[in-house]
Nanobody
């Protein structure tokens, strides 16, 4: 069983920054793809950014140029640096790890951006 624990959420004003962290209870995390997803009230969960074990990244169009995903495989950590935050970024953000055939999720961390 893999456990993911997110931290770093909070409330900021438009234009502010936050850095989310995800700690994974798994060895050799570099073997697995990880990602950040978010779910706003009344909306479906959506992919924000993903990173492969080898460091290849992909971003939702809505966050390109503002968010940066990274990982530290030695520490089994993933990060999401969020800059130039907008009210539409308000959501619960979830960390995800893909260990075929399973997909693991953290408990989520709230990000609120006020205008």
């Amino acid at each position: 069983q893999v456990q993911l624990v997110e931290s770093g959420g909070g409330s900021v004003e438009t234009g502010g920054s936050l850095r989310l962290s995800c700690a994974a209870s798994i060895v050799a995390s570099s073997l697995y793809d990880m990602g950040w997803y978010r779910q706003a009230p009344g909306k479906q969960r959506e992919s924000v950014a993903t990173i492969t074990g080898g460091g290849v990244t992909d971003y939702a169009d809505s966050v390109k140029g503002r968010f940066t995903i990274s990982r530290d495989n030695a520490k089994n950590m993933a990060y999401l640096q969020m800059n130039s935050l907008k009210p539409e970024d308000t959501a619960v953000y979830y960390c995800n790890l893909q260990k075929w055939p399973n997909s693991y999720w953290g408990q989520g961390t709230q990000v609120t951006v006020s205008s």
